[in-house]
Structure formats: structure tokens, C-alpha cells
């Protein structure tokens, strides 16, 4: 966070004062920002956390897309007059923000999903990629006349690949069915390598004037095999360290560090660091069960959501603020309207369309070959079409990468223009609307339909209570036949009971269900306040409050749950 916190500064000083006037947040002191010290950017970082926050509230209020009011909240706060330019180290942003959020998208991946779709998700993570660079080349080639070759497929490259982040952010707050979400997700986790090795020999080819196409393919190929190794490896290494670390405390440690590890590990030893922290997630989440205890996992769930939240948020906001060089730069100059408003507008409209054709292209040929009877009608394939070329918003991989661009790149300031604006658009725009052409395409209604037939959650409540009950029933008795766990096979076998039928008659009992949970969550809330009197009056021990605390913590998220 140290390192985040000096890259949002652009002056290079080493000696300066802690504020010019007091507080640079105060008006008349906003100057001395870009040169304030070590401490000011500290708090530069605490106040976008804050501001982060009620941005969040703002989005849950207005049913907006919290993405969307976070961009919206970076721009603003670039706009407040007096703001200096905040320079970002994109080397910086992809180690920070890139490793643990790639992580955690795979870690709670459905593997099974996963692995069914493996060729869809190759096919738009690595075919859809490349087919939007080469759509993006051209179109910019004949916008742009003067601009080589390689730097059109470089720009390709940038605003290729659809963002794990922003994906994972966007289907949050919306309903498809299965194929679809694992294809996003899984296409979002992968596409990654795809943009960076094409993005980097493109921008090899620009700076030396040679491009080789089958060494980049060879180079491709060995980048995502040495990853894919790695992160089996990798992962199969955590998962003994962890099995043998059974502290709490270290485990999250070592979880938290995994994902630094295999991204730094595998770009070192020449892999692609992406798909290594891919796969080690991949891995990690498919043993999660086995490597971890209950209390591990809850705490560990906790921290994560947390880092998540905040690491997703601070990149959407920093996408905003970003901006602000790019306006100041060229604020009020004609070439912004003669040079650069006819090429972006292009260009964003070839990386939305690009899409979409590469989506009616594939999804085609893969009706086509299905049987006669297996095959959807007009309206399901339509609705797939459009949904998922939809779902195509760019995030912090564009954004990294189009800051990273050398210096002696041709047109490097409409390539920046060109990728801000395609986050924009895609954010903002397919982000703000992608519940309401779900809603009118019936997607929500595909999902009933096309989806493959699972038990609802009561119907594995009852499966379970059963197993239960049975094991209870096998020790209750002692080996002379008498009971010795009368209460609790009782309690079990009540529980199965209910489970059962509740799973038959789940609209009728639905009423006694929700009020049998409000009445044990008022009997916590009732327990939780004799608890904290009793500590507070001095009758019980600190070390007792927590060891009670954390056992009403369990019921209540377990009345919660079966509020659900």
C-alpha cells in the first residue's frame, strides 16, 4: 500500500514539506499536492477509501452498478478545480491490484462448470481476443493512415480482453444462467495472457521494425503451458504447507501471499504469471474444502471480501482519476475534435460490435453441429447474442497496459484516449444496462429453461439432515444397545423431519419456517445482550466474552442462512 500511495504522486522531490499551507485537502493548498509527502499520500489513500464507501452507498441506493459510480466518482474527483495531475506506475497497478483479484475470481470458480466449458471459454479468451485485435487494427489503420501496423494491433491488444474485475462486478447484481456466467468468468480469467503476448510483440514489432508470427504463436503456446504447470505446481505445494500449518492466523497469512507468489513466480521463471495465478486459484478453490477448517474458511472468506472490495473499488476509482492528465494536456486544443474524435468514436464502435460478431460466429457454428432435437429456436440463440456480446466491459488490464506504453509509441496519446474512452463506454454504458437487455431478451426466462436440472436448496437440506440423522442413529447406542445420545438423535431425526418436508411443501411452509428463524434470532439478540452486560458489570472475563460471542456468531449466521 506504501508503494500504491507514492505512485499517486508525480513529483519526484525527495525532500518536501509535509503540506505547503496546512492540509492539502483544504482549498488555497491543493497545489502542494503533487508534491506532498509520504504522510499526504497516506492520506490521499484514506480518502479515497472514504470516499469509496459512500460511493458504494450512493450505487445501492440508486440501483446503480458500483463500478459505474466509482468511474464516475474518479472523474469527479479529477474535475475538482485545483486537483493536480496524479500519475500512476502501471508496473505498480498490475502487481498490486492484478495477483489477488485474478485469485479470487478462480478460487470461487465453479470447477465443474469450468472444465465443461473449457472450449468456450478458449474460444472467446483466446479467439475473441485475438479476432477484436485484428478488427481493431484495421478499423484504426484506415482511420489513422500514418499509424504503422504494429501499433494498430498493439492498441488491438489493449482494448481486446473484457476485465476479470469488472465482470465479476457486473454479474453480482444480475441473473443468468449457468453457461453463460461461467463462459464471462472463465473468459475474463484467461483472456489476459492472450491481450499481454500479442500486446508485447506488437510493441517489439513498433520499436524495432521486425515481427516474427510464428515465434510470438511459439512463445504464446510455452508462456501458457509454463503457467498452466507452475500453477498445478504451485498450488500442490500450498495446499501440503497448509495442511501442515494449523494455525488460523498463518493460514490466512500464506493464502494471502499465494497469489504474489505465483504471479511474481511465474513471470521470473518465464511463464505467464496470469495463468499461473489462474490455475493456482483454480486449484486452491477445487481442494478448499479439504485444506481448510470451518474457522478458517469463515475468517478467511471475511478478509478476502474485504481486500476484494477495496482493491476492486480503488481501481475503478483510479480509472477515473487517470483522466485527468489526458484532459489537461490537451484541454481546449482543436486537434481534440480534428484529430481524435472521428478515430475513437471508431474505434469504440468496432471493439462493441467486434463482439458481438464474433459471439453470432461462434454461438452459430456450435448450434449448427448440435443434433436436430438438441437445437435452440431464434429467440434462446438471439438472446445468448446478445447478452454476451454485451457483457464485454474493459477494466484495470486495458488500463495498466495503455499506461505502460513507451514513449516513442506513434500516437501514443489516442491510444490512451481510445482505451479510457472503451472502459467508459463499456463500464458505464453496458454496465448500467446490462440488467435491462437481460430483461428484454429473456435471459432470466433461458435460465429456466436451458439450464441443467440441480436440487434447490431444500431439497439438499433434507439430503443432508438424513445423513445426519443416520450417523446420529448408528451412535446413539452404546454397544449393549442402550441409548446414550437420547437428545440428540431426538434433535436430529426432528430435524430431518422438517427438513423433508419442508422440501415438498416449501410455499406452505415457508411462513412457519421465516417466523421459527426471527424467533431464535431474537432469542440471540437476547442471549448477545445478557453477555455483554454480564462483561460489562466485570463477571465474566474478556477470554470468555469472545469464546460466547463467537458461538452466538455461529447461530446467528446459521438463522440468517435459513433466512435465505
Not at 481486446?160 to 454479474?171: E, G, I, R, W
Not at 473468459?187 to 521494425?209: C, K, P, Q
Not at 476509482?317 to 487517470?322: D, P
Request: hydrophobic letters at 55%.
Amino acid at each position: 500500500m506504501y508503494g500504491l500511495a507514492a505512485s499517486l504522486a508525480q513529483g519526484t522531490d525527495p525532500v518536501v514539506a509535509r503540506y505547503r499551507k496546512g492540509p492539502w485537502w483544504i482549498p488555497g493548498n491543493l497545489t502542494g499536492m503533487a508534491r506532498m509527502s509520504n504522510v499526504g499520500r497516506f492520506e490521499f489513500i484514506l480518502l479515497l477509501i472514504v470516499l469509496i464507501v459512500g460511493l458504494e452507498l450512493v450505487a445501492r441506493k440508486l440501483r446503480l452498478p458500483p463500478a459505474a459510480a466509482l468511474v464516475l466518482g474518479g472523474i469527479a474527483i479529477a474535475l475538482v478545480p485545483g486537483v493536480p495531475v496524479i500519475g500512476i506506475d502501471p508496473d505498480l497497478v498490475l502487481i498490486v491490484f492484478l495477483p489477488p483479484l485474478l485469485l479470487a475470481g478462480a478460487y470461487f470458480s465453479v470447477w465443474q462448470a469450468f472444465r465443461t466449458h473449457l472450449l468456450g471459454i478458449l474460444q472467446l479468451a483466446v479467439g475473441g481476443v485475438a479476432f477484436t485485435t485484428l478488427a481493431v487494427a484495421v478499423a484504426t489503420r484506415w482511420l489513422i493512415p500514418s499509424m504503422p501496423w504494429a501499433a494498430c494491433a498493439a492498441l488491438g491488444a489493449i482494448v481486446a480482453p473484457p476485465d476479470a474485475v469488472a465482470a465479476k462486478a457486473v454479474l453480482k447484481h444480475v441473473s443468468l444462467p449457468e453457461r453463460m456466467t461461467t463462459l464471462l468468468e472463465g473468459e475474463s480469467l484467461l483472456d489476459d495472457a492472450a491481450s499481454l503476448v500479442i500486446y508485447r510483440f506488437a510493441t517489439l514489432a513498433v520499436l524495432t521494425g521486425s515481427f516474427r508470427a510464428m515465434h510470438a504463436t511459439v512463445t504464446f503456446f510455452f508462456l501458457a503451458l509454463g503457467g498452466l504447470v507452475l500453477g498445478c505446481a504451485l498450488a500442490w505445494v500450498w495446499i501440503r504447507l497448509l495442511a501442515r500449518v494449523r494455525d488460523r492466523i498463518l493460514s490466512i497469512t500464506m493464502t494471502l501471499l499465494l497469489p504474489w507468489v505465483a504471479y511474481i513466480g511465474g513471470e521470473q521463471l518465464g511463464a505467464s504469471g496470469v495463468i499461473t495465478t489462474v490455475v493456482a486459484g483454480l486449484v486452491l478453490g477445487w481442494r478448499q474444502h479439504d485444506v481448510f477448517s470451518a474457522d478458517e474458511r469463515l475468517r478467511w472468506a471475511a478478509v478476502w471480501e474485504v481486500l476484494v472490495f477495496v482493491l476492486e473499488s480503488l481501481v475503478f476509482v483510479l480509472i477515473g482519476i487517470s483522466l485527468h492528465a489526458i484532459v489537461l494536456r490537451h484541454m481546449g486544443t482543436p486537434w481534440v475534435v480534428q484529430d481524435v474524435f472521428r478515430p475513437v468514436a471508431g474505434i469504440v464502435a468496432v471493439v462493441l460490435v467486434s463482439r458481438f460478431v464474433w459471439m453470432l460466429m461462434t454461438e452459430g457454428m456450435r448450434v449448427a453441429f448440435l443434433p436436430r432435437g438438441r437445437q435452440p429456436g431464434w429467440r434462446p440463440f438471439l438472446s445468448f447474442v446478445a447478452i454476451m456480446g454485451w457483457c464485454g466491459m474493459r477494466g484495470v488490464v486495458s488500463l495498466a497496459i495503455v499506461l505502460a506504453l513507451p514513449a516513442e509509441m506513434p500516437n501514443r496519446d489516442i491510444m490512451q484516449i481510445a482505451t479510457f474512452v472503451v472502459i467508459l463506454v463499456t463500464v458505464l454504458g453496458q454496465g448500467t444496462t446490462i440488467g435491462w437487455v437481460i430483461r428484454m431478451t429473456g435471459g432470466e426466462r433461458g435460465q429456466q429453461r436451458g439450464q441443467r436440472h440441480h436440487l434447490s436448496v431444500s431439497q439438499a437440506r433434507a439430503l443432508i439432515a438424513r445423513s445426519q440423522e443416520h450417523a446420529m442413529r448408528q451412535l446413539a447406542f452404546a454397544p449393549d444397545g442402550q441409548i446414550v445420545h437420547s437428545r440428540l438423535l431426538e434433535q436430529y431425526a426432528y430435524r430431518a423431519e422438517l427438513a423433508e418436508r419442508f422440501s415438498h411443501e416449501q410455499q406452505a411452509l415457508q411462513g412457519r419456517k421465516d417466523a421459527h428463524y426471527r424467533a431464535l434470532l431474537a432469542t440471540i439478540d437476547a442471549g448477545r445482550a445478557e453477555l455483554l452486560r454480564l462483561h460489562r458489570s466485570g463477571e465474566i472475563h474478556d477470554a470468555v466474552l469472545h469464546q460466547l460471542e463467537h458461538e452466538l456468531d455461529l447461530q446467528q449466521m446459521t438463522a440468517e442462512g435459513g433466512l435465505i
